[in-house]
């Protein structure tokens, strides 16, 4: 028996980091945990298809992607029953693995898990209290799934999304997005002094989708600034962006999958990126201005609208993030978007998770 399963998916590296951080603040509450990829436990086939499909959706056919996204944002539809269908025989290998590990509360930062493990919820197969992490600044109908005993979100707008898809208001808490302690305990960004570079942090996710190289030529010309960009898994893109940086003039750090972005985030003044509710969360919580590019429509739109409509952050074309950024540091806008970004997010996020998620193994279930 585990006290506390968190099951995740390889779907953007978001849902694997909330995973990640909550699993780190419950054993510092002393629980036991175990963390599941959904994907281990599915064909490998179904896998690959299902974030290939992403993957390009988000790339090469954005406005696609977003079209969908809006149209499948309901509950119901004819096509509804099939999906579920598909998906509880493609998850079945990961419902007798958490069903064989007995834990006391399951929590799932990512929707797929939540269709099979729901289902098992209401027809008596899995007896724990099943809590869904919403990984977003909005909160999607496909979220909603009957069966889940209760909602973790990161904001009012995502609450009051989810009871408009039917979810009981006392199911819902409003945690905000779990991220590591680490970023929290970050000291807010001081403006580079006289002398001193600006340094810009450029994330690209962790499969490294994003227009990076072209991110990384706009600073051509811009005086006094150092960059570290992280790449990802995206190890071809390293050699692209390094050469991007030589033809511009630009000095660059270049490096592959980061293992601690923590540490990458306390050392910048700024964090360029695109819109990942993770990625904007962790720069939050660390007080750093956000540059975001190349928004997806959809999700990553919603959250971009979040850091930007709370001063957090600024909306950038890949071309002109150079003079965008250069512009916060001229204009001496830096630090007080540092303290509006921290504001913004609750501290101790992925705590307040294990805490809600406890809560819920108490009381056994909060479904209505």
């Known amino acids: 028996m585990v006290d506390l399963l968190v099951v995740h998916s390889p779907v953007g590296g978001g849902h694997k ?22 994907f281990e436990h599915a064909p490998r086939l179904f896998g690959e298809a299902y974030l290939g499909a992403h993957l390009a959706g988000q790339s090469v056919l954005p406005r696609f992607y977003g079209s969908a996204y809006f149209a499948a944002n309901h509950r119901g539809g004819a096509f ?39 289902r098992a919820r209401r027809r008596g197969w899995l007896s724990a209290p099943l809590v869904g992490v919403v990984t977003d600044y909005t909160a999607h109908a496909c979220w909603a799934e009957k069966g889940v005993d209760a909602f973790a979100v990161a904001c009012a707008q995502a609450r009051h999304e ?40 450029v994330t690209s996710g962790g499969f490294g989708v994003g227009p990076t190289e072209k991110v990384v030529a706009s600073f ?16 071809r893109l390293v050699d692209r962006v390094e050469r991007a940086a ?41 007080g750093r201005p956000i540059a975001i590019v190349g928004a ?4 990553e739109a919603i959250n971009e609208d979040f850091v930007v409509g709370g001063g957090a952050g600024i909306a950038c074309a890949p071309g002109g993030v150079g003079r965008a950024v250069s512009a916060l540091r001229d204009r001496g806008t ?10 913004l997010v609750q501290q101790g996020s992925a705590e307040r998770v294990v805490g809600w998620a406890s809560e819920v193994a108490c009381r056994g279930s909060l479904a209505a």
Do not use: Y
């Open 246 to 286: 030589n033809r511009a003039g630009v000095k660059a750090r270049v490096l592959g999958f980061e293992h601690d972005m923590a540490a990458r985030v306390a050392e910048c003044h700024v964090v360029v990126g695109k819109a990942g509710g993770l990625t904007i969360s962790e720069a939050m919580a660390a």
């Open 334 to 343: 830096l630090d007080a978007m540092g303290a509006r970004a921290r504001a």
């Open 162 to 201: 989810l009871i408009l898809h039917g979810v009981a208001p006392p199911q819902i808490s409003v945690t905000g997005l779990p991220v590591k302690a680490a970023f929290d305990r970050i000291e807010s960004v001081r403006a580079p002094l006289a002398g001193e570079p600006l340094r810009v942090l």
């Open 80 to 118: 509804e029953p099939v999906r579920r269908n598909f998906d509880h025989v493609v998850f079945l290998p990961l419902l007798r693995r958490v069903c064989a590990m007995q834990p006391r509360v399951v929590v799932a930062t990512h929707h797929l898990p939540l269709v099979v493990l729901g």
């Open 17 to 38: 980091a909330a995973a990640g951080a909550i699993a780190e603040a419950a054993r510092k509450r002393g629980l036991s945990v175990e963390v599941l990829d959904a």
């Open 220 to 235: 051509a010309g811009i005086s006094a600034v150092e960059l570290v960009v992280v790449c990802g898994r995206a190890t």
């Open 296 to 299: 997806v429509p959809g999700n």
